[in-house]
């Protein structure tokens, strides 16, 4: 398991206080993880993929994937939380979700 370097658990910190806001959850506990494909949100953890955080180590610049996985997730956990939506609502709902705040952080960067 690879730790996050502070200055990516600062940006983290912020996305995810941002998503919190935004979505009701509470913000998640982050863990590493060596060879996960996405980030996801289980339970109160957010999986952390470890090329993430070496993209950060290399590029100093938070990978546009791992904005795009967390608030995904986010949203999806918030939207089966409150219920009411099909499943293929539930997935179009997170994705656009997640798409408007890529789309939303790199505008304000």
Known sequence: MTDLPPALK????KLLAVLQQDTGEAAPRVVVVR????????????????SYVDHWNRFNVVPTAMIRDVAYSLKKTSLLRHGGLKPQAVEADAMAYAELVLRTVNETE
Request: hydrophobic share 45%; charged share 10%; glycine share 20%.
């Open 35 to 50: 060879g996960a494909l996405r980030a996801s949100v289980g339970g109160s953890v957010l999986s952390l993929p470890s």
């Open 10 to 13: 600062v940006e983290l910190g």
